[in-house]
């Protein structure tokens, strides 16, 4: 079957199912070494249905190891996206006499959705349901789902967090079986154009400042600024029972603005000498993801990110770089500097999975940038547009392949050059590009089903550029 799939397509340091169906990242949780990365699976084929979780592990962030699924459907339902903690201090009692482990958080999604709990004593690799389940029944609402759950310091309990139709509803337990329901947040705030989904929360510093703030993570769709899909964040405080944010109400903040960067979740339990916050996204749309033409598989993660926030004239905002363990995956550089104009290009280098550093100085060129995926009659631009001050990803002529549903498109950040300078990273990798750019202020994450081009080409168009530095590093896992 493998044979005649689209290995053309297979990323090689994105993670994609050996085979069938993904969607969500679930269960996100470093424990003994391991980073833990469950998905929204079906075991059975490339559609969306037997939503299970499937399991891989890695110890680098960029080798994974699939598992065995971890979750299988029950009288309960499907199991639908959460998270996982390591219960440090046995507060389940789960684990008496025994290490402490893992619990996991899903939606049993049946006739309603409710949550639902299951624990590990061997590092993930069986799982028991608890026989209690669910620990949150369903109050009479569809849209109900979707835990997060975070260890509250100050207080020694537990919080979860759970999209709910239009906003999050947020719990607290001693022992993660009892929930009480404290606040909501979500009405009058951020984007509505959709359901919510796949919420997170985590502290984090405001680089080169003394303060920091709760990022309040939250997926809509539809309703995202490319179309369909997309990752929407807040920030604020949190006092263990209540997100006040500190943005005007009708302030909407998106992670980044590519079509394919969804339900994004971050790790839970990396350890405070790492100090790090880790996460990573579904790498599709649900506009368009049931109809791409991958197989045996369907659907791919994103490179894990760090994330950061940084100050701006707005405010504190988020920042994503893919994670300084992928420069493992870096072979051999090939680097270049010059002048590049409209009257054709004088370097190009073939790979389809690339990691890719550039240093441009604007000069007098209307656009310029990098093209990837080239073939004979196709490209993928990744450029940026002076006049417009914007960094763009435009997938229109990449290929024949369509999934449809606005699929054909570009899309475009604003973004302001540094007195002329605009240094981006790039990652390509078969089918996926992701842009990187403003010290990961402004981030492009898009699907490209390419026509089998494996070229990589600056270009300028309308005048020249200067490329003061060009790094190209073929990549593999
Ligand atoms: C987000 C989502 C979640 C749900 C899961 C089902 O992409 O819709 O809300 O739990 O996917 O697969």
Same mark, same amino acid.
């Given at each position: 079957?493998?044979?005649?799939?689209?290995?053309?397509?297979?990323?090689?340091?994105?993670?994609?199912?050996?085979?069938? *169906?993904?969607?969500?990242?679930?269960? @996100?949780?470093?424990?003994?070494?391991?980073?833990? @990365?469950?998905?929204?699976?079906?075991?059975?084929?490339?559609?969306?249905?037997?939503?299970?979780?499937?399991? !891989?592990?890695?110890?680098?962030?960029?080798?994974?190891? =699939?598992?065995?699924?971890?979750?299988?459907?029950?009288?309960?339902?499907?199991?639908?996206?959460?998270?996982?903690?390591?219960?440090?201090?046995?507060?389940?009692?789960?684990?008496?006499?025994?290490?402490?482990?893992?619990?996991?958080?899903?939606?049993?999604?049946?006739?309603?959705?409710?949550?639902?709990?299951?624990?590990?004593?061997?590092?993930?690799?069986?799982?028991?349901?608890?026989?209690?389940?669910?620990?949150?029944?369903?109050?009479?609402?569809?849209?109900?789902?979707?835990?997060?759950?975070? *260890?509250?310091?100050?207080?020694?309990?537990?919080? @979860?967090?759970?999209?709910?139709?239009?906003?999050?509803?947020?719990?607290?337990?001693?022992?993660?079986?009892?929930?009480?329901?404290?606040?909501?947040?979500? !009405?009058?705030?951020? !984007?509505?154009?959709?359901?919510?989904?796949?919420?997170?929360?985590?502290?984090?510093?405001?680089?080169?400042? =003394?303060?920091?703030? *709760?990022? @309040?993570?939250?997926?809509?769709?539809?309703?995202?600024?490319?179309?369909?899909? !997309?990752t929407q964040y807040f920030l604020g405080d949190f006092d263990g029972t209540t997100f006040v944010p500190h943005d005007e109400p009708d302030t909407v903040l998106w992670a980044e603005l590519g079509a394919d960067f969804y339900a994004a979740q971050s790790w839970s339990d990396i350890p405070a000498s790492d100090g790090r916050r880790l996460w990573i996204g579904w790498l599709s749309n649900w506009d368009y993801t049931k109809q791409v033409p991958t197989e045996p598989w369907r659907g791919a993660m994103t490179v894990p990110r760090e994330v950061g926030l940084v100050d701006t004239d707005e405010g504190p905002r988020l920042t994503q770089r893919p994670v300084q363990e992928l420069e493992s995956a870096r072979g051999p550089v090939r680097r270049w500097s010059g002048t590049v104009s409209d009257e054709g290009s004088v370097v190009e280098y073939s790979g389809a999975a690339l990691d890719v550093v550039a240093d441009f100085t604007v000069d007098s060129a209307a656009m310029f940038g990098i093209d990837v995926f080239v073939g004979e009659r196709s490209r993928t631009r990744v450029g940026y547009d002076v006049r417009a001050g914007e960094l763009f990803v435009d997938r229109t002529g990449a290929g024949s392949a369509d999934p449809g549903s606005g699929y054909r498109a570009r899309h475009a950040a604003p973004l302001d050059t540094e007195d002329g300078v605009l240094r981006l990273r790039l990652l390509i990798d078969r089918s996926t590009v992701e842009v990187f750019a403003a010290d990961g202020r402004v981030v492009l994450t898009d699907l490209v089903l390419r026509d089998g081009g494996d070229i990589l080409r600056p270009f300028a168009e309308d005048g020249r550029v200067q490329l003061n530095s060009l790094e190209v590093y073929p990549i593999e896992a």
């Open positions: 079957r493998a044979a005649a799939g689209t290995p053309q397509w297979r990323p090689t340091v994105h993670f994609t199912p050996a085979e069938n *169906w993904m969607n969500d990242p679930n269960g @996100l949780v470093f424990h003994e070494g391991e980073y833990h @990365l469950f998905f929204q699976h079906n075991p059975y084929s490339t559609e969306h249905a037997n939503l299970s979780w499937g399991h !891989a592990v890695s110890t680098d962030l960029v080798r994974w190891d =699939e598992l065995d699924v971890a979750l299988e459907p029950d009288e309960l339902g499907e199991i639908y996206s959460g998270s996982a903690v390591v219960d440090h201090r046995n507060t389940s009692g789960f684990f008496d006499g025994v290490e402490p482990g893992l619990v996991a958080f899903y939606t049993s999604a049946g006739e309603t959705q409710q949550q639902s709990i299951a624990y590990s004593r061997d590092r993930g690799r069986t799982w028991t349901k608890f026989d209690g389940n669910p620990v949150i029944a369903n109050p009479g609402i569809e849209d109900f789902r979707d835990p997060k759950v975070i *260890w509250d310091e100050p207080s020694g309990q537990w919080v @979860l967090l759970l999209a709910v139709d239009d906003h999050i509803a947020f719990y607290r337990s001693p022992n993660l079986r009892d929930w009480d329901l404290v606040s909501e947040f979500g !009405a009058g705030r951020g !984007a509505h154009g959709g359901v919510w989904e796949c919420p997170d929360l985590f502290e984090l510093p405001v680089a080169g400042t =003394e303060e920091s703030r *709760w990022v @309040l993570i939250v997926s809509i769709n539809p309703g995202g600024p490319a179309g369909g899909s !997309a």
